[in-house]
């Protein structure tokens, strides 16, 4: 969601700029899409005192040659006076593109003064431009050096300012399918790690199904084939797990929130009524954090149907993704959806290592191009992200074992 540099806010801040940087940004869309940010070497002016003047070329020198290493050709890159940089990055926004900017601050600081704390990263988001100048708000460094887990925590970016009350009230629920079986939903996070930037562009909701009577857990897959009206059971408790964290899920700094839902569901207007009824999910915050995973979509899934559903979607909530199947042709009736993201979930790759391989590798040759997200999710351990890299996805993500509230409570209970 765009920051409103209009509303008087005590963060913000003033940044004379002129020339053809200026106007550059004010013709383009990089600002309202959090893709341009302002490093400063402050820090290191403070460090060197009276010696500043003879240090700063040297310094400059050193900044532009990690600009050049961490950015693209067609970025933009800007020193400012004597302590700031601008960064405009062509391929990345929000989260990935603050992410950037504090690697590249920390590398300077730490080869020009040994080491970078937290409180000498003086990033800056441009959140608008005015007559003159930039307006900027601090990026706060805790948030990106939180994004870099690559697992749930309880100091996940998107667990700041939450309730944990308010999530330990929605999970787990239980309820009796049709079929007459009993059965738990235990809602947990998963970090969906951008592969370029190695950070959290977004956290996904992953609904842990368990078989009271057995106490075996049942597959994604088999839960994507349950009646349509437990599916709903599930996307509604789903949705009510999402409330909790869809306030943290907006702006530029802050990851998006995930959202798995049957496309049985929202393809009806019940099931969007309940999307935009659900106490704590206002249009506003739908739209601006709140993206839809469709589980169930199949080779059977009518083309025309699937893009009026996405199309309906993506006017309510900030975008909409496709889980792909494990099957033949899977991606052929996805081609037109105009989603925002493929993802595959790793629970669907069966068989030795050198299948999982050649799986991984197919989905993403198949998928390229077709949406701006690639992404396998679910994954068993760290190693899979190589896989994920060299088949050309942008994303990857590792399955929690255990929602946060009920892995510290079973260390509390040990």
Same mark, same amino acid.
């Given at each position: 969601m765009p920051f409103d540099s209009m509303q008087n806010d005590d963060r913000n801040e003033h940044l004379a700029l002129s020339g053809?940087?200026?106007?550059?940004?004010?013709?383009?869309?990089?600002?309202?899409?959090?893709?341009v940010n302002v490093i400063s070497v402050k820090a290191i002016?403070?460090?060197?005192?009276?010696?500043?003047?003879k240090k700063r070329v040297d310094v400059w020198t050193y900044v532009e040659r990690k600009l050049a290493e961490h950015l693209d050709r067609s970025d933009l890159r800007a020193r400012i006076g004597e302590e700031d940089f601008l960064i405009a990055m062509n391929n990345d926004q929000g989260l990935a593109a603050q992410a950037t900017s504090v690697r590249i601050l920390e590398d300077v600081l730490t080869h020009l003064l040994g080491a970078a704390e937290p409180t000498?990263?003086?990033?800056?988001?441009?959140?608008?431009?005015?007559?003159?100048?930039?307006?900027?708000?601090?990026?706060?460094?805790?948030?990106?050096?939180?994004?870099?887990?690559?697992?749930?925590?309880?100091?996940?970016?998107?667990?700041?300012?939450?309730?944990?009350l308010e999530e330990t009230r929605r999970t787990p629920v239980a309820f009796t399918t049709a079929g007459g079986a009993a059965l738990r939903v235990d809602f947990t996070l998963e970090h969906m790690i951008s592969l370029k930037r190695n950070i959290a562009t977004a956290v996904r909701i992953e609904p842990v199904?368990?078989?009271?009577?057995?106490?075996?857990?049942?597959?994604?897959?088999a839960v994507s084939r349950l009646p349509d009206r437990d599916a709903a059971f599930i996307d509604e408790a789903a949705l009510k797990y999402a409330a909790v964290f869809a306030r943290a899920s907006q702006g530029h700094d802050r990851?998006?929130?995930?959202?798995?839902?049957?496309?049985? @569901?929202? #393809? %009806?207007?019940? &099931? /969007?009524?309940?999307?935009?009824?659900?106490?704590?999910?206002? +249009?506003?915050?739908?739209?601006?954090?709140?993206?839809?995973?469709?589980?169930?979509? @199949?080779? #059977? %899934?009518?083309? &025309? /149907?699937?893009?009026?559903?996405?199309?309906?979607?993506?006017? +309510?909530?900030?975008?909409v993704i496709a889980r792909v199947p494990p099957e033949k042709e899977a991606l052929r009736v996805l081609?037109?959806? /105009?989603?925002?993201?493929?993802?595959?979930?790793?629970?669907? +790759?069966?068989?030795?290592?050198?299948?999982?391989?050649?799986?991984?590798?197919?989905?993403?040759?198949e998928a390229r191009g077709l949406a701006p997200m690639v992404a396998l999710q679910g994954l068993p351990?760290?190693?899979?992200?190589?896989?994920?890299?060299?088949?050309?996805?942008?994303?990857?993500?590792?399955?929690?074992?255990?929602?946060v509230a009920a892995t510290g409570t079973k260390k509390a209970a040990g």
């Open positions: 053809p940087v200026l106007q550059r940004l004010a013709g383009s869309e990089l600002i309202t899409r959090g893709s002016r403070r460090w060197a005192g009276d010696w500043w003047d000498d990263l003086g990033v800056r988001a441009v959140i608008g431009v005015e007559a003159g100048g930039l307006v900027c708000r601090p990026v706060d460094a805790s948030v990106i050096l939180a994004a870099r887990a690559r697992r749930d925590s309880t100091r996940s970016p998107i667990r700041f300012d939450i309730d944990p199904v368990t078989h009271l009577g057995s106490g075996k857990q049942i597959s994604a897959r990851p998006d929130l995930i959202v798995p839902a049957s496309f049985r @569901t929202l #393809g %009806t207007q019940r &099931g /969007r009524d309940m999307l935009t009824g659900t106490s704590g999910l206002s +249009l506003a915050l739908l739209r601006g954090g709140v993206m839809m995973e469709l589980v169930d979509v @199949t080779r #059977g %899934t009518p083309a &025309g /149907r699937l893009l009026e559903v996405v199309g309906l979607l993506k006017a +309510l909530t900030r975008g081609r037109d959806a /105009r989603l925002q993201g493929l993802t595959l979930d790793a629970s669907d +790759l069966t068989g030795p290592a050198e299948k999982i391989a050649a799986d991984i590798m197919a989905f993403g040759r351990a760290e190693g899979y992200f190589a896989a994920a890299e060299t088949a050309g996805l942008t994303h990857a993500a590792l399955r929690a074992a255990y929602p």
